[in-house]
């Protein structure tokens, strides 16, 4: 499986919302695949902030929300604030013991 | 607390090796099958491989399979990473992290390599 697609990068201002899509997130045919969200401040280690599609873990502040619709995983950031200035990433099992990330997501806030 | 710790990362030239470590604390190693993660420069993280609890079943990316080997040694909390016949596309930092089933929910700090002549 290819590799997810998302938006090279996107920008909002504090106390905005905004939206990233990741692509291609379609199962084979009887089966489903859930996708996971990762966020990356550089020279930190990767922290999950969803999984199977829309779950939060605890401590995930609520101003983040997932779903899936189709092939297409969304997370939207409301509030927006400094700190969620970071990449982004999904992630998807891609079959044969597989997984496949997206290529990653940098929010800048404004 | 939870924490997984890459090592052994570094310089080395085309054609060379290295052996990552990754070690974990905080947890017994041996419930929880790990996977191998890097991400080169620029790029969004690619997966490269996974074995489950007592290293009996493992898997590679096609990018990886035939150069790389992971193992682990539960009595010591530690996996292993040993990469081969390296190329300039290894280059990247190299993540360890913990298996939920249908996510990864512990990440190390990741470690360097540098592939390059």
């Known amino acids: 499986q290819s590799a997810l697609t998302q938006p090279v990068s996107v920008s909002g201002s504090l106390g905005q919302s905004i939206t990233i899509p990741c692509s291609g997130t379609s199962s084979a045919p009887g089966t489903y695949t859930f996708v996971s969200w990762y966020q990356h401040h550089p020279g930190k280690a990767p922290k999950v902030i969803f999984y199977e599609d829309s779950k939060r873990p605890s401590g995930v502040s609520d101003r983040f929300a997932a779903s899936k619709s189709g092939n297409t995983a969304s997370l939207t950031i409301s509030g927006l604030q400094a700190e969620d200035e970071a990449d982004y990433y999904c992630?998807?099992?891609?079959?044969?013991?597989?997984?496949?990330f997206g290529g990653g997501t940098r929010l800048t806030v404004l | 607390e939870e924490q997984l710790v890459e090592s052994g990362g570094g310089w080395v030239q085309p054609g060379g090796s290295l052996r990552l470590s990754c070690v974990v604390s905080g947890f017994t190693l041996s419930e929880y099958w790990i996977h191998w993660v890097r991400q080169a420069p620029g790029k969004g993280p690619e997966w490269v491989s996974r074995i489950n609890n007592d290293g009996s079943s493992i898997a590679y990316a096609d990018s990886v399979k035939g150069r790389f080997t992971t193992s682990r040694d539960n009595a010591k909390s530690i996996l292993y990473l040993q990469m081969n016949s390296l190329r300039g596309e290894d280059t990247a930092v190299y993540y360890c992290?913990?298996?939920?089933?249908?996510?990864?929910?512990?990440w190390g700090k990741g470690t360097s390599v540098t592939v390059s002549s």
């Open positions: 992290t913990r298996d939920r089933n249908n996510y990864m929910d512990v």
């Open positions: 992630c998807s099992w891609a079959g044969s013991n597989t997984w496949v």
